[in-house]
């Protein structure tokens, strides 16, 4: 993929970026560390990976812990699949190494 993922349909990019982040993810009714949260554990059930590494960042970066990934991802390998956790997880540990965080 390319440097920007939006370089083929801009309209996307628009919309990712003013709708999706500059409104829903901006409206009062949840805090960000719970939209994250929702979206990590969407993002794994639905078995969506390349996704998943952005929203993972956002979500450590939003506040949630390396243990409460590591629990959330475990709790969902009993209703999305283990596969789907296992992947899941692989993406959590990139990630974390990305940021120089600790992985074991």
Do not use: C
Request: glycine share 8%; hydrophobic share 40%; aromatic share 6%.
């Amino acid at each position: 993929m390319a440097d920007d993922p939006f370089a083929l349909s801009p309209k996307l990019g628009e919309l990712t970026s003013d709708v999706l982040f500059g409104d829903v993810w901006e409206r009062p009714g949840l805090p960000k560390r719970d939209r994250s949260l929702i979206t990590v554990a969407a993002l794994v059930s639905l078995y969506r990976p390349e996704q998943l590494v952005g929203h993972l960042h956002r979500a450590l970066d939003n506040g949630l812990t390396r243990d409460e990934l590591v629990e959330a991802i475990t709790h969902l390998a009993f209703y999305g699949g283990w596969p789907t956790a296992v992947t899941a997880l692989s993406r959590l540990e990139e990630v974390l190494e990305s940021r120089g965080e600790e992985t074991a």
